[in-house]
């Protein structure tokens, strides 16, 4: 990161009965300060996820009737490109292939698993494919119909992992290429009413981080190919929560900084930013910080592209809350007062291109 970098950052929220139409808003970030100043607001309702394409040309956002597609200008403002139907209920994630060639979504209401092409502008062209996760996990709560919360394109591009909530397990997906079909290659099992929530591959793609929801903990994965097939080993397993019952506490977030040397995650309940060392060799995870976010539901938090400041969406106290970190020490100090915005759900810092 070079001194002269500047950034904008994208938060998403809910929109229906809260009295707002502004789904997306777009800040202006102090590196310096660690702070950010509001610059524009888009129109979209309950954008519950966003994400950018690899090109960072173009934003992504799930809305009510689909998925929405957005041209980045070069300030950071937005300029809508289309939308198009995911033909099922609110999905409630997305990723994009390597290539941005395809986006993917994640339905937790229906469970279901959607492939779509991406045009070469950018915007969001036909479905290729789509399938409705199957089965019945522990019969009790939430926890016993599908629910795809979380879905990952593989760093090689080979594979689509879709973590399903309900049923403890992430579905591994090959993904061709040509004609945007998924077909199901393997499947990861998580212990029995974990409900894997977020995952997140390593710069490299060798290891696969998957946060776990109910079990408040992140398993961390090795994986490569053998024989022409993924292979994912559990090589170690850290806790997001010093209480010795996970009930009523969740683990929420998990997010990279930009340089991928740390791993963010929270803890809805006890309502804690958590801050991981990587080891970029081993895979392994030192944790760092684990302390009060000053808010309720922090269901998303991220580091500053500096990693010097760190900013946690609290969900439920509808505010941004703003602290300067220090990882030699393990301290997390609050740094000036909160923004207002009602139930944030995602955060995404871009860098600007500065031309």
Known sequence: MAAKDKYVAYVSSYTSGLGTKYG?????????????????????????????????????????????????????????????????????????????????????????????????????????????????????????VPHVQCIKVSKDNKYLLAADLGMDRVNIYSLN??????????????????????????????????????????????????????????????????????????????????????????TAGENNAVVYKVDKETGLLTKKIQLPVAGEYPKDAALFPDNKHLVSLNHESDSLTFFTVDMDKGTMVMNGPELTVSRPNCIVFHKLSGK
Do not use: W
């Open 24 to 144: 997306i808003r777009i800040y202006d970030v102090d590196l310096k300060n660690g702070r950010m100043t509001e610059k524009q607001k888009v129109e979209i309702t309950n954008s519950s996820y966003i994400g950018i394409s690899h090109s960072g040309n173009t934003l992504y956002s799930i809305t009510d009737d689909g998925v929405e597609a957005y041209h980045i200008l070069e300030d950071g403002s937005l300029e809508f490109l289309n939308e198009a139907s995911i033909n099922g209920m609110r999905g409630c994630y997305l990723n994009e292939d390597q290539n941005d060639k395809f986006l993917v979504t994640a339905g937790y209401h229906d469970g279901k698993v959607t492939i779509l092409r991406l045009n070469e502008d950018g915007s969001i062209g036909e479905i290729t494919d789509e399938r409705y996760h199957k089965g019945l996990g522990t019969a009790a709560g939430r926890n016993h």
């Open 177 to 266: 290429h040509d004609n945007g079909k998924i077909k199901e290659v393997d499947v990861i099992h998580c212990d029995q009413e974990s409900s894997p929530r977020h995952m997140q591959f390593s710069k490299d793609g060798k290891f696969l981080y998957i946060c776990l929801e109910q079990k408040c903990a992140i398993d961390v994965y090795e994986y490569h190919e053998e024989n022409g097939m993924p292979e994912f080993n559990k090589i170690q397993e850290v806790t997001n929560s010093d209480e010795s019952d996970s009930i009523g506490v969740a683990c929420s977030a998990l997010s990279f900084s930009e340089d991928y040397n740390y791993l963010v995650s929270s």
